[in-house]
């Protein structure tokens, strides 16, 4: 019997929310139906940055937001829905990862917080949510992200050949899927900046929210100085499990990392945070001694060709393709893989990978929000 879901994904960049409406049968054989992205309302993203930096820690304000995205998440399945043709009652569930605010996995008391409120969505929609998808995680131990690669593998494992994926969104993280019939554990994690400060650093010099096709880096040189000082960050060199946030990394961190940055031509920090990001995902791979294999691009920097060329560049012997050729838009990767993880909540199945968040055993992700 087929079940339909839609997954929901908004991520560190603070763009857009991408919608994905599946079809998933009771073996888990999976069909996306519709895709929709929907920018969030023009005073949301500062409002989010606020919150995320610190600068606001008004507790109305957060609670405030909080139902807010819920009534934003709710209209973009209802228009998701509308798009498809399908009905409210024809969905079982909604996975909503929810905006991450806060991502504290490695505090004595780890916590990370996703608004978004599910009830709203449940309300608003009538179709049972499922959110809150870390909580678990961390509770049994683990870093509660990246919680994606359980879906990576479900969906582009391959039985003759390993594969990396990278997602480059606000953060970056990497899935290493051996190949099937070696058995081997997955493994996965965030390798630092993705579009985070390329998008602020642009925001800040320029007005724009990104740097469109990365022309304004591809416009800089490297300063090798400054890139060589973002590179002693204490994180890229950590071991897994690892995860992190833009309230790690953002413009006050570059600013501490480099305090004459501002002295610097503008394009030239473009150029150089772009080469960080390039080169703390392909340092990673190769880390892995996976730089030789079939690497597959998905998110937004997928649509940067100076950051993806940069890639390539320290990937010479790598494969490089999006996940497009796996047959899944790049785009919305993440937003079905929350469908997904929605669908194993409901069927009662595990969703993490502990190899790769480091909780000490498989748990069932997220609360449940009946209709």
Not at 34 to 57: A, D, Y
Not at 163 to 172: E, Q
Not at 318 to 336: I, M, N, Q, R, S
């Amino acid at each position: 019997m087929d079940n339909y879901y839609v997954g929901l994904m908004s991520g560190t960049s603070l763009d857009a929310i991408d919608g994905a409406l599946i079809r998933i049968g009771d073996s888990g054989g999976l069909e996306v139906i519709s895709m929709l992205s929907t920018e969030f309302p023009e005073h949301i993203p500062s409002q989010l940055r606020n919150l995320i930096s610190g600068k606001t820690e008004s507790i109305h304000a957060l609670c405030s937001l909080d139902t807010e995205l819920g009534e934003i998440y709710a209209k973009v399945t209802l228009d998701l829905l509308s798009k498809s043709a399908y009905k409210p009652h024809d969905i079982k569930a909604i996975g909503c990862h929810g905006q991450t605010i806060r991502h504290q996995s490695g505090h004595k008391n780890p916590y990370s917080l996703q608004i978004g409120n599910p009830s709203v969505i449940a309300e608003m929609t009538g179709i049972t949510t499922v959110a809150d998808f870390r909580a678990r995680d961390i509770a049994a131990g683990g870093q509660g992200a990246p919680l994606v690669p359980a879906f990576h593998r479900a969906v582009f494992s391959d039985p003759e050949n390993a594969r990396i994926i990278v997602n480059i969104g606000g953060i970056s993280n990497i899935t290493v899927l051996p190949r099937l019939k070696s058995h081997n554990a997955v493994s996965g994690y965030d390798t630092g900046p993705g579009n985070c400060l390329l998008d602020a650093w642009s925001t800040s010099c320029r007005g724009h929210r990104y740097d469109e096709n990365g022309n304004w880096s591809a416009s800089g040189a490297v300063n090798s100085r400054l890139l060589d000082s973002l590179l002693n960050d204490g994180y890229f060199s950590k071991s897994s499990p690892k995860s992190t946030g833009t309230e790690y990394f953002n413009l006050d961190w570059l600013e501490t990392s480099y305090p004459d940055v501002t002295e610097l031509r503008a394009e030239d920090v473009q150029a150089t945070l772009a080469e960080l990001t390039a080169h703390t995902i392909a340092l990673h791979i190769i880390r892995e001694g996976f730089d030789n294999n079939e690497v597959y691009l998905c998110g937004g920097g997928v649509h940067n060709k100076d950051l993806t060329e940069r890639i390539y560049h320290h990937l010479p012997k790598a494969k490089l393709f999006t996940t497009e050729k796996l047959g899944l838009d790049p785009d919305y990767v993440e937003a079905t893989a929350f469908a997904w993880l929605a669908w194993c909540t409901m069927e009662k199945q595990t969703g993490n990978l502990p190899a790769v968040t480091g909780a000490h055993h498989p748990v069932i992700l997220g609360g449940i929000y009946p209709a």
